[in-house]
């Protein structure tokens, strides 16, 4: 059964940084795209960032571009997220997705993500 | 950037009703969109990929059609289950993916 487990939610001050993690079980996660998408309270989906399988090819939201961060590490199942200089409008679930290539067909469960003083 | 225009934002329909709904492009997409169903407080769950093609296990009641920039999402005969939100997707060009705004499906 593929499972894409989130952590590292909370609250954090504007400015601040928090760093997400997404551990994976039940496919090859080195075979895979995989992407970040977050949901304002209320609000749709937004996509935030991939990553492509090896890490060496790594796209961002321009909202987000110089203050996350993408990254994997394929020999520990995870993949990442570094967010710097947060914002209140950062504030969201953020969801890990295998794939953002193509489709993207398993999601976690998210993280919530607040950011205010 | 490729703009996803989603209509309509929300609708009341019944059990056994059809509902479409309706994604444009801002531009051609070719095949590249994808349909997503969200239900309060869950992750989106993929039903529809490459505009037309049902993911393993969704129900056939579920069905999508169109390219270029004109797409189409089908319920044939809403299931009490059904009530959530919907969202188109494309994956044309990265960067970046962009959703549509949802349509959000309530009970008439």
């Known amino acids: 059964e593929v499972q894409l487990v989130e952590s590292g939610g909370g609250l954090v001050q504007p400015g601040g940084s928090l760093r997400l993690s997404c551990g994976v079980s039940?496919?090859?996660?080195?075979?895979?795209?995989m992407s970040w998408v977050r949901q304002a309270p209320g609000k749709g989906l937004e996509w935030v960032a991939s990553?492509?399988?090896?890490?060496?090819?790594?796209y961002y939201v321009d909202s987000v571009k110089g203050r996350f961060t993408i990254s994997r590490d394929n020999a520990k199942n995870s993949l990442y997220l570094q967010m710097d200089s947060l914002r209140g409008e950062d504030t969201a679930v953020y969801y890990c997705?295998?794939?953002?290539?193509?489709?993207?067909?398993?999601w976690g469960q998210g993280t919530l993500v607040t950011v205010s003083s | 950037d490729i703009q996803m225009t989603q209509s309509p934002s929300s609708l009341s329909a019944s059990v056994g009703d059809r509902v479409t709904i309706i994604c444009q492009a801002s531009?051609?997409?070719?095949?590249?969109l994808n349909w997503y169903q969200q239900k309060p407080g869950k992750a989106p769950k993929l039903l529809i990929y490459?505009?037309?093609n049902l993911e393993t296990g969704v129900p056939s009641r579920f069905s999508g059609s169109g390219s270029g920039t004109h797409f189409t999402f089908t319920i044939t005969s809403l299931q009490p289950e059904d009530f959530a939100t919907y969202y188109c997707?494309?994956?044309?060009?990265?960067?970046?993916?962009?959703f549509g705004g949802g349509t959000k499906v309530e009970i008439k």
């Open positions: 997705a295998r794939g953002g290539r193509t489709k993207m067909p398993h």
């Open positions: 039940g496919f090859s996660f080195s075979g895979y795209w």
């Open positions: 990553i492509n399988e090896d890490g060496n090819e790594k």
């Open positions: 531009q051609d997409i070719s095949n590249r």
């Open positions: 490459a505009a037309s």
């Open positions: 997707q494309q994956h044309d060009n990265l960067p970046p993916l962009t």
